[in-house]
């Protein structure tokens, strides 16, 4: 089978194409035919090693993780309540950019026949990151909340799910004045330029100068030490990724959250483990809101697998619009429409 597998770390030309031997689904696993792949900002860290998170300790050749959506076509020992022929989404820490992929049963979700595939990847990770982030943070009804990177992959669907979750006024943060429109066009109240200095005023004024009561941080560095300074009364800081802050995640002194502040962390895979039930819930949830098409999943590309490397460039360098997708061509349920 076709595979992406990168041998050392380094730029996007460092992820090759190869013939690999197909993977056999171990104890507890399946085997999923990949349809549509998508391709985060955290895989462009690892392909660089510069990803913060201890869990990503690699041996070469190695291929990337990411969300997969397909059917499974072997179950391996052990493993009830799935079957070869059931269509799946799973995301995964490795073996994504390929044809097939052996995941562990437990993590791998339905997927309904009649959701397009490419917007199926929404499901394994960035719309429970989504979710998960603002359950973390326990968001009220009428709540402020400030979205970080909300012109991204995770941050496109954050800002639609915060609307849907009765957030009170919802305020965007993105890089571009293009892409702060874009998250207005998403049903953010406010949109900030977090490229300009003063942009922690822009966010302060747009709170009517109480400041936010959560924030969902992807970026980290001085963005996320900034933010400690906008939270208001019992406001909570949910930090789940570094995009803009490499491995300098500052530290942070006990004497910044003593008036009344909070600073937390989000993981998917440490959330998946503890809370299935939540996962398995959120996924539910925002499949039912996808094929109502009360969220969308913004695709900005759609690409073939071997493609990867331009996928990964795009990310780097910032140009995207929610998420980029590959497709194996093997698929027969994707229609590869973008929203
Ligand atoms: N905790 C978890 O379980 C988990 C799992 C997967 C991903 N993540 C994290 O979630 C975040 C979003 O992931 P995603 O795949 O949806 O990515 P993405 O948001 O599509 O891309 C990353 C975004 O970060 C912003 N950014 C800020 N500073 C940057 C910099 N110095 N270089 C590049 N981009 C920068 C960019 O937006 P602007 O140009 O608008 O600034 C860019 O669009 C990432 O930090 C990722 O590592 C966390």
Same mark, same amino acid.
């Given at each position: ?133 603002? *359950? ?7 709540? @402020? /909340? ?6 991204? #992959? +995770? $941050?496109? %669907? =954050? ?49 009517? *100068? ?7 941080? @992807? /970026? ?6 900034? #933010? +400690? $300074?906008? %939270? =208001? ?71 073939? %697998? ?34």
């Amino acid at each position: 089978m076709r595979a992406v597998r990168i041998h050392e770390y380094g730029g996007p030309e460092v992820l090759r194409t190869e013939e690999v031997p197909m993977p056999e689904p171990g104890p507890g696993q399946v085997l999923i035919a990949a349809e549509a792949v998508s391709v985060g900002f955290a895989q462009t860290q690892m392909r660089r090693n510069i990803f913060p998170a201890p869990m990503w300790r690699p041996e070469f050749p190695v291929t990337l993780g990411g969300d997969v959506i397909g059917d499974v076509v072997a179950v391996g020992p052990g493993v009830t309540g799935i079957a070869a022929g059931d269509r799946v989404g799973a995301f995964t820490l490795h073996g994504a950019y390929a044809e097939y992929v052996a995941v562990d049963a437990d993590t791998v979700l339905p997927v309904p026949a009649e959701l397009d595939a490419v917007q199926a990847t929404a499901l394994p990770a960035p719309g429970p990151i989504a979710m998960g982030t603002m *359950g973390t943070a326990a968001l009220a009804a009428g709540e @402020s /909340v400030l979205v970080h990177a909300a012109s991204g #992959g +995770i $941050g496109h %669907l =954050a800002v639609q799910l915060a609307r849907l979750a009765g957030a009170g006024t919802v305020i965007a943060t993105a890089g571009t004045p293009e892409k702060c429109a874009y998250a207005r066009s998403l049903g953010a109240d406010a949109a900030v330029d977090y490229s300009r200095a003063d942009w922690p005023d822009a966010v302060r004024e747009a709170t009517g *100068g109480r400041g936010v009561d959560v924030i969902l941080d @992807s /970026v980290g560095g001085d963005v996320l030490r900034q #933010g +400690i $300074g906008l %939270l =208001a009364p019992f406001g909570r800081l949910v930090f789940y990724g570094s995009a803009g802050g490499g491995l300098g995640i500052p530290s942070v002194s006990p004497m910044e959250l003593i008036g009344m502040r909070f600073l937390t962390g989000f993981a998917l895979s440490a959330w998946r483990s503890a809370r299935p039930d939540r996962y398995r819930a959120d996924h539910d949830a925002l499949t039912e809101q996808l094929l109502a098409g009360t969220v969308r999943q913004t695709v900005h590309a759609v690409l073939p %697998l071997e493609d990867v490397g331009k996928a990964h460039e795009i990310i780097e360098s910032r140009a995207h619009l929610g998420r980029i997708v590959l497709l194996t061509g093997r698929g027969t349920r994707t229609t590869g429409r973008t929203a």
